[in-house]
């Protein structure tokens, strides 16, 4: 553990040490709540990313883990009054659930039917939603969720710890013959089922602890806005996680980042003009993938490359 | 039941069949593989030499029949249960990642094989004996034909099979490739035992011991290169004429 905090890279150290200090620079709660979100979101791309960069799942129900972990701390810290504290770990423990009651059909499937699956789930779940207004609010959601902490500058750090872990918990795996065994997998799996590795297991693995990320992003959210709603488990929030991690650059950790960096940016800038946000965010996506297929972050890494950034070592190699 | 003779006996198939809806593609099929042999599979386009290897190696289920590998009963189980259990096999188009290097496509067969020992120094040592230490860390999506079927090899090598199923090695190689990979295949036997269908009889024929003819999805001859070579039905419906050794 010790080496592996050794060997992270001077300008992690650098970059994380700025945002340390981000809370003693500026109070203002609107600036702290946006660099929340983006962890948040950040969360939520890495999540995603693990399943659709480097497992080649295509989910497009990922929000489902997302919501349920963020509807069960709702319910009870409104419901029962439990704290966030109290809360956490069954959240997690919901989204792990139903991530494993996602990925039991879904790994066995191929192409557009885990897409189909995927999309699925999330409708039926939401629709169960509705048909218990009392319990989960119908288009409401459940309004009055505690603050996740006493302060912004508390809720801040938090949420960097939290991506700070998660972050370097997918690198690790990444970088490991895990890692080796996901890139197989994705570039084609009768050579890994050749090698004897039951990749079915690996699959279900990955879509828990996939789920589980996205339910602690899923669960910050709840404590942050203070309000979740059925659009939280949602199609345009699934496909928020692709498109963060198109957007950046699927199959990297930090384009994963990078898409998440954008979308929050572009979230707020739309927020002047409302009625235009949903044209203008797709319009963006279009463009991007029209004009930088690979992701942003991997043309900027090529435009630096003289620094030596390399991708590969981005992808990981064990 | 289990198969007999094991102490002799690598693989068992008995009365083996695989229908493709109302297409038979192998009947009754019945093999003994003795241990430490290198057998060879031969018959023309469509004979079944591909359906048995995917029945055997779990990849197809068999419609009825049984198959033993050391006396224990393979049928119906997963293609990476089979592989763990010892058997390891190449595809007729090498099954390689194209999206890692060759270092890494050893490395994936290694994983969990050797514990406690350098994974990293074995790969390299695999790709040395598949004669690819050059290449090692080029990505595989860069490399030839040639290379591909030896990456495959490699990485049968890196599972340390007792059993070892290669499908058309020599297909789309030069003569001098060919001869190059014989050369690795005969290495191969020193430590297991092996099955290898291909058309190229010439490359073929002089390392094997036993030959199996299949025709129209039966076994149809079975008997040492020279027999086979030398018989006249043989000759008729693989290639209409005399066989060259």
Known sequence: MLDSLKKIPKTWVFLSLIQICIPLVTHNPYYLKILVMFYIYAIFALSWDLLGGYLGIVSFGHALFFGVSAYTTAILNVRLNWPPILNFPLSILCALLVSLIVAKPTVRLKGHYVALVTFSFPVIVTNIFYAFPMFFGQDLGIPGVGRLSVSRTYDFYIAFIAIWCIYFILKKMINSDTGLILRAIQSNEVAPIACGIDIARIKLKMFMISGMFAGVAGFLYAHVIKIVAPANLGVHMSIEAVVMCIIGGAGTLSGAVFGAIIVTIVNELLRMIEQYRILIFYLLILLIVLFFPKGLKWYIDKMLSFIGTDIRKERGTP | ?245
């Open chain 2, 1 to 245: 039941m289990k198969g007999n003779n094991t102490e002799k006996v690598t693989l068992t198939v008995q009365e083996l069949t695989k229908h493709f809806a109302g297409l038979v593609a192998i009947k009754d099929i019945n093999l003994e593989i003795e241990k430490g042999s290198i057998t060879g599979i031969i018959g023309p386009n469509g004979s079944g030499k591909t359906t048995l290897f995917n029945v055997i190696t779990g990849y197809l289920k068999a419609t009825e029949g049984n198959i033993f590998f050391e006396g224990e009963n393979l049928t119906g189980m997963k293609p990476h249960d089979i592989v763990n259990m010892g058997i390891a096999r190449t595809f007729q188009v090498p099954q390689c990642c194209k999206a890692l290097t060759i270092r890494e496509n050893i490395r994936l067969a290694s994983l969990g094989r050797y514990p406690g020992e350098d994974i990293e120094e074995k790969t390299k040592q695999f790709a040395k004996i598949a004669k690819l230490g050059q290449f090692y860390n080029i990505m595989t999506q860069n490399v030839t034909i040639g290379h591909l079927k030896k990456i495959e090899i490699a990485m049968v090598i890196a599972m340390n099979p007792r059993l070892i199923l290669l499908d058309e090695p020599f297909s789309g190689l030069t003569d001098l490739e060919c001869e190059e990979l014989s050369l690795i295949v005969k290495g191969l036997h020193e430590k297991a035992t092996l099955i290898v269908i291909d058309h190229k009889l010439k490359h073929l024929m002089p390392i094997v011991e036993k030959v199996f003819v299949l025709n129209e999805g039966r076994l149809f001859f079975e008997g040492s290169p020279d027999e086979v070579s030398s018989n006249p039905e043989v000759q008729k419906i693989y290639i209409g004429g005399e066989i060259k050794k």
